[in-house]
């Protein structure tokens, strides 16, 4: 079975802290995501990679970094945490793709972070 | 501009009848179409894919259809179950060439009453 892992299930931290969320995979898949996801906006892509310090912006990369320098893990970093990044944070891992949408994405349980 | 969009509002019946749900989607030439259940407080699961040359994909109680020329997709359960209440997502790729990128419709609540 696939799994997906994410390093914390729930977090509080503070306006103005630096926050590491890490994701682990045990798949040997080549992509990996972060999305966010809030009531009424639907999953929302932050970042992905597809290879080992490759990254691409998502649709809302502002006041996130991300980091994958080992196959199998993918860190999202908030640089400065503000309470507008308080949400449900989930991971996800997909084989290498054709780009034609055919490979699933593995999910982890997600991570729910509240800035206070 | 590209648009997938789901049925908001919750959808509620009555155990053993036949939900379906739905998917649409605007400006987008989907090669294949996913289908995911997620379960409150947690990550999405991955239930069925239809490729745009299959009319229709069966698992057990679920059934999935794919109309390129409506640009839409249909989800059924049948004989739907209490454990069934869900959200389900519909999710394609906006694209050739963006390495495996889905982007997923805001879920439609599936509600089974016993």
């Known amino acids: 079975d696939v799994k997906v892992t994410q390093s914390s299930r729930y977090l509080v931290k503070r306006t103005g802290e630096k926050v590491f969320l890490e994701c682990v995979q045990d798949?040997?898949?080549?992509?990996m995501f972060w999305y966010r996801q809030d009531p009424g906006l639907g999953l929302r892509l932050i970042y992905f990679?597809?290879?080992?310090?490759?990254?691409e912006k998502g649709d809302i990369p502002e006041g996130y970094s991300v980091s994958r320098e080992k196959k199998e893990r993918f860190s999202l970093i908030l640089e400065s945490a503000s309470t507008n990044q308080t949400s449900m944070y989930l991971c996800?891992?997909?084989?290498?793709?054709?780009?034609?949408?055919?490979?699933?994405?593995?999910f982890g349980p997600g991570t729910r972070l509240l800035v206070l | 501009s590209q648009k997938i969009e789901q049925n908001s509002e919750a959808l509620n019946i009555q155990e053993g009848k036949t939900a379906t749900l739905t998917c649409n989607y605007t400006?987008?030439?989907?090669?294949?179409l996913q289908w995911y259940r997620q379960d409150p407080g947690r990550g999405p699961v991955f239930l069925l894919l239809?490729?745009?040359?299959?009319k229709e994909k069966r698992k057990e109680r679920l059934k999935v259809t794919f109309d390129t020329t409506l640009k839409q997709s249909l989800f059924h359960i049948t004989a739907s179950q209490p454990a069934d209440s869900a959200t389900y997502l519909c999710?394609?790729?906006?694209?050739?060439?963006?390495?495996?990128?889905?982007?997923f419709g805001q879920g439609t609540t599936l509600q089974v009453k016993p």
């Open positions: 996800a891992s997909s084989l290498w793709s054709t780009g034609q949408g055919g490979e699933t994405q593995y």
């Open positions: 798949m040997d898949h080549e992509n």
């Open positions: 990679s597809y290879d080992v310090k490759m990254k």
């Open positions: 400006n987008y030439s989907p090669a294949y």
């Open positions: 239809i490729r745009e040359n299959e």
């Open positions: 999710a394609l790729a906006p694209g050739s060439g963006n390495t495996g990128k889905l982007i």
